[in-house]
């Protein structure tokens, strides 16, 4: 096989792998974390007032056992009014993300079932007002 050919088998494989990498790079999906990013960038100081304030209480734990998420609140919030939301954010698929609203109950305790959520890995995102107190805590979570 002379040199000409050699050449040319070089070129025609380097044209195939180009377009191979050419056809990955569009079909990869990539996801925002969120759709309204700068609305939630403005309201961005509410979380660092948010989570200043839970620093100053007792830490939230989260617990599973028996198929249950418990999301424990501090002790000095039972029979509080608790309103507001748990995200369970999954940074690799945006369709496995859950928004739960909070229906604490009068021990400080919220109750979701497991089966609500896929396996994965999860950032619990949780933003709560007490008595017109915003607090914002998050919390990793790992689901088998």
Not at 82 to 104: P, Q, R
């Given at each position: 096989?002379?040199?000409?050919?050699?050449?040319?088998?070089?070129?025609?494989?380097f044209a195939a792998l180009m377009a191979t990498l050419v056809y990955k790079a569009t079909q990869t999906k990539f996801e925002?974390?969120?759709?309204?990013?700068?609305?939630?960038?403005?309201?961005?100081?509410?979380?660092?007032?948010?989570?200043?304030?839970?620093?100053?209480?007792?830490?939230?734990?989260?617990?599973?056992?028996?198929?249950?998420?418990?999301?424990?609140?501090?002790?000095?919030?039972?029979?509080?009014?608790?309103?507001?939301?748990?995200?369970?954010?999954?940074?690799?698929?945006?369709?496995?993300?859950?928004?739960?609203?909070?229906?604490?109950?009068?021990?400080?305790?919220?109750?979701?079932?497991?089966?609500?959520?896929?396996?994965?890995?999860?950032?619990?995102?949780?933003?709560?007002?007490?008595?017109?107190?915003?607090?914002?805590?998050?919390?990793?979570?790992?689901?088998?």
């Open positions: 096989m002379s040199w000409g050919n050699k050449l040319i088998i070089v070129f025609v494989v925002l974390v969120s759709k309204d990013y700068y609305q939630d960038e403005l309201r961005y100081q509410d979380k660092i007032d948010g989570a200043a304030n839970a620093a100053l209480e007792a830490p939230t734990s989260i617990e599973v056992k028996d198929g249950l998420i418990l999301l424990r609140f501090p002790d000095v919030h039972k029979n509080a009014n608790i309103t507001g939301e748990a995200w369970f954010y999954c940074s690799v698929d945006a369709t496995k993300d859950k928004h739960i609203a909070l229906n604490v109950d009068s021990n400080g305790i919220q109750i979701i079932e497991r089966k609500r959520l896929q396996k994965g890995d999860y950032q619990i995102k949780i933003s709560y007002e007490i008595n017109q107190k915003k607090y914002y805590v998050a919390h990793q979570l790992q689901l088998q």
